[in-house]
């Protein structure tokens, strides 16, 4: 039989930095979740992945076990690492602040498919197109 499912967590935690300290510890404290456990799992699971944010589903069950579900990391994360920027346009749809390729764009809409809702790769390409428009990122052919 299937464990009962109490709660659900969403976090976005640095890939193989995970830390006990907020938000962290509060969030996962409140369901009676072993902290030092998760962040153990967390961080042996995501090192390959290191220096990016990437959002985990907790699921917690009844006896205070959990699994973990991972997601890609989000598009304007990915985005600024394509664009070699540290942070977005302050001031968005007039200020540009970098340049991705069709081909970088490409690239990160197949990261991206399994979490977006799109029926093809085209149109998961024009959803992170838009992501670029709105961090200040222009794509070039």
Excluded: W
Aim: with cysteine; charged share 20%; net charge positive.
């Amino acid at each position: 039989m299937a464990k009962e499912v109490t709660a659900t967590v969403k976090l976005q935690c640095p890939a193989g930095q995970a830390t006990p300290a907020p938000p962290v510890g509060p969030a996962l404290g409140q369901h009676g979740i072993n902290i030092g456990q998760f962040v153990k799992q967390f961080n042996d699971d995501t090192r390959a992945q290191q220096g990016m944010i990437i959002p985990v589903i907790i699921s917690v069950y009844k006896d205070r076990t959990f699994s973990l579900e991972y997601k890609s990391p989000p598009a304007g994360v990915l985005l600024k690492k394509a664009a070699g920027l540290a942070k977005a346009a302050n001031a968005t749809g007039s200020e540009i602040v970098g340049k991705v390729t069709r081909a970088q764009v490409k690239e990160i809409a197949e990261i991206k498919a399994k979490d977006l809702n799109s029926n093809d790769i085209e149109g998961a390409m024009r959803m992170i197109e838009g992501s670029a428009r709105s961090c200040g990122i222009q794509v070039v052919d």
